[in-house]
């Protein structure tokens, strides 16, 4: 923000910050390149060194730094630069000119050969990001704080919006999205407590994050608060092998991007997981690879944090199938016993994917899925009467993804096969 | 009240002017509440409580009755397959435009209907919920065992089943109320109907009185005459014109004989054998008053004699009055026409000999286009020729309205004379759309070769993607018809 000539500047570089305006992205410390598309046909490249920094866009723009030189910052700094990628040759080009003038004689490295300098520039680099991050969190507690002093009904959205503005320039991102959520949630009866809960949840990330040492915790709450590990560097963990099955799949508008959450099973271990995929807002999901009732041998990688949960499609060894397979389902007693496990390694947790047998029913709380006890779960989401045709009061394998609303049903095994809801 | 409940009430003005928070019971022990900063230990007890809450997700539950066990089996597959390019609310498949496919799709579940199967379960909710309220019904209709079970339960998708209308509604309702409860009552107990009809006729508006003579002269029961006849005198002149129609439909009433009785004077031979058609005189009684036009009074009459009377009146049939000579006319004076007549006492009637005779007589009418044996109709366009589907005329509005599927003849006449014509193009749209969705489900794969075939062979024609769309909706149509008449509906019978 503090880079940007003007207000104009910002706003433009902020409608740039979106993956789908990006081709030929990467981030090699302290390289940062892109293709930006303009409106014309060729697309405008963008290098920035982010030590100075320095920047250069083959835009005719007499603003500098211009927009797309901007928007690019935005991208990377909110986590949407894997790093990796092959250095484009305008941005090779432009560094060994930068690096010439300004007289060093290193030769530009790639970014899996790094010299002990430019480690210790990234560790550095770093470090200071974790000191904005800290900052930040810490500011959005204060904020936290002052919000509970004066009053919630006194909190004005455009009064939180700026405040996530600081938590983006601070690179917590997520912590951000999540603060934005909280402030266009809808005037009604749930309001107060809706807008009370969110803060306090908020404020214990930012407690958390003061407080986390090492350990399994500290990377959920890194994850929450915006801190992104690349795709690379999930694939190069070890994998969990398994014959995974595909038990429901949802698109959701999110807001910079769409993302396909899929849910699995393994079938071998009982491991649960998610897969994520991304595509433009608005756009839809290409043809994933994974569809509801697709089983597939095959690696998944997970990412850091606890519970284990996202993870990213590896090696695919073979398809499989259903044939003599009977899954592990739970009581609703045990789903609930579960939900608060994973709750306790990540209170921030929305959904958590299980298998049960039940029926559905009639609560209190509206149409619920119980089991042979009478415990039952409310049922939520539009899978409800989809559910309830499918199964026609009837007992059946029920997966789905359980949260604080209850059960939403994704998918239903009958006669051998996965249907999705 | 809970805990949650309390710390919001207190979150709402703000810990600024408190010394202390409420008593939070249940997580007093974990979290401190009367020292430090007070804002801080409310956002802890909220985060405490906001996570305990967040895993308090168990209930108990009643379990429904389940649903009886389906005796219906389901179409085939490929069918199915089918019938979701049609139903699905986004755009995409081989059919692109909306109304097409939902007629497509109200005409697939009809044959579901008919051959007797039913949805399959997961297929039943999506239909339920489809925006087209045609599609809802129709899906209703097959949705088999578990779709009534299902649409028994409260809240369920779909529309619920229209009350039967309740005396209240003719005593206390609005106009539309009333008419509902007399199209009803009339259905079961005509002669009831028609006694609260009289009941209140003399207080009911004018508009109400119009409607309901509308209504009882839509499918009069020769019970009805004497309600009629009076509407000829009533106060209204919308209810004296809605009388008529009713009165054509009954062949012995008062009014139709009246109408006989000016044929002599209406239809003469002069002594070359032509027929001189003198109009009758204004009567305002049955509605041929002064304000109508001369012509205007001849069709009345005309329309109101049933075509077996003609014979009985003047010993010609209406068949042969229509072919009998007239005088030579000029512009000056052209004569009066008896065809508006025929042509409407041949659609009030359903005489189909007239309506043959009309049409072969080159007098083309969408009104008659029910009555038409489907061979006569194919002759008779074949005769007109690929012109006369080139203009928006009466040919092309008695496809568009005839009654749908169309009978094989006519679709493989439509085909053949379409694809007669030197361009393509020149064919109205209207008629590819007709043929589109009306051609016969058994011939719609022959239509759409041929009319595949004929545009293989115009280089780029202007309407192309109409055509193409046309054709694409004639080979979905086949498939559906042809996998659905695969299906052995008794053979798969589920034991109970």
Known sequence: ?421 | MTDLDDLAAVAAVGTARRTSLPPLPHITDAVPTRSGDLAVAALDAAAALTVVSRGAIGTTAESLTACSPETQSEPPAEFMSALRQVTGTTGGGVIGDYQTRVAVACEALGWMHDRDVRLPHREIVPLLQHPQAQVRRAARLVSGQRGRWLTALPGAPGDPPAPTPSIEEWTHGTSAQQLNYLTNLRAVDPQQAMELVAQQWKQSPAALRAEITTLIADNPQPTDEDFLENCLSDRAASVRSAAPPGLEKLPNSGYVGRMMDRIPALIQADVKGRVIVTPPAPDEHDQLGKKLTAQDRVTRVVAAIPPAGWKRATGLTATELLAAPGPARSQKDPGYQLIPGLVHSAASHTDTDLAVALLEAGHIDARLSPYIPAAVMAGALAKAGHKALAKAGEWVRLLTEHPRPWPEEVSLAVTRTITSAPKLDAIQAAVWAALAVAASPNTAAQCAEGVSARLARESQPKHGRMIAAATATLTLRATLWRTLMTCQPAAHREET
């Open chain 1, 1 to 421: 923000m503090a880079l940007a000539p003007d207000s104009a500047s910002q706003v433009a570089g902020r409608r740039l910050a979106r993956p789908a305006q990006w081709s030929e992205v990467g981030w090699a410390d302290p390289l940062l390149w892109g293709s930006c598309q303009g409106s014309g046909k060729t697309p405008y490249t963008v290098a920035v060194d982010v030590t100075t920094p320095t920047y250069r866009c083959s835009c005719p723009s007499r603003k500098f730094p211009c927009k797309h030189v901007l928007g690019l910052l935005f991208l990377w700094s909110e986590g949407g630069v894997d790093t990796g990628g092959v250095v484009s040759d305008f941005a090779t080009k432009w560094a060994q000119r930068a690096q010439k003038s300004s007289g060093t004689s290193q030769t530009m490295a790639s970014p899996h050969e790094r010299t002990a300098e430019q480690i210790a520039a990234a560790a550095e680099r770093a470090a200071r990001r974790d000191q904005r991050v800290s900052d930040g969190m810490a500011e959005l507690d204060r904020w936290l704080a002052d919000q509970m002093r004066r009053g919630l009904a006194a909190t004005k959205p455009d009064q939180a919006r700026d405040m996530a503005a600081r938590l983006v320039d601070a690179q917590a991102p997520a912590a951000a999205t999540r603060l934005r959520e909280i402030a266009a949630m809808p005037q009604g009866q749930s309001w107060l407590l809706n807008v009370l809960q969110g803060f306090a949840l908020l404020h214990l990330l930012a407690r958390a994050h003061q407080t986390s040492g090492s350990g399994p915790m500290r990377d959920t709450i890194r994850m929450r608060v915006g801190f992104t590990t690349s795709r690379d560097d999930v694939l190069a963990t070890a994998p969990i092998r398994d014959r995974w099955l595909v038990t429901g799949m949802r698109d959701a508008d999110e807001e910079q991007v769409s993302v396909r959450y899929v849910w699995l099973v393994g079938m071998d271990t009982g491991t649960p997981a998610q897969v994520l995929f991304f595509a433009p807002p608005g756009h839809s999901q290409p043809t994933s690879p994974l569809q509801p009732g697709q089983a597939l041998d095959a690696d998944l990688h997970f990412y850091p944090g606890q519970p284990q949960l996202r993870a990213a499609l590896g090696d695919q060894h073979a398809a499989s199938d259903l044939q003599g397979w009977e899954p592990e389902s739970m009581t609703v007693d045990q789903v609930i016993a579960v939900w608060r496990h994973v709750l306790a390694a990540d209170p921030w947790l929305n959904e958590w994917p299980v298998t049960l047998r039940g029926s559905v029913g009639t609560s209190p709380q509206g149409w619920a899925l119980r089991d042979v006890t009478g415990r039952a779960l409310r049922l939520h989401g539009d899978t409800v009467w989809p559910l309830i045709s499918l199964t026609g009061g009837d007992p059946a394998i029920v997966f789905g993804e359980v949260g604080p609303d209850g059960l939403h049903a994704t998918s239903v095994l009958q006669d051998g096969s996965v249907i999705p809801l």
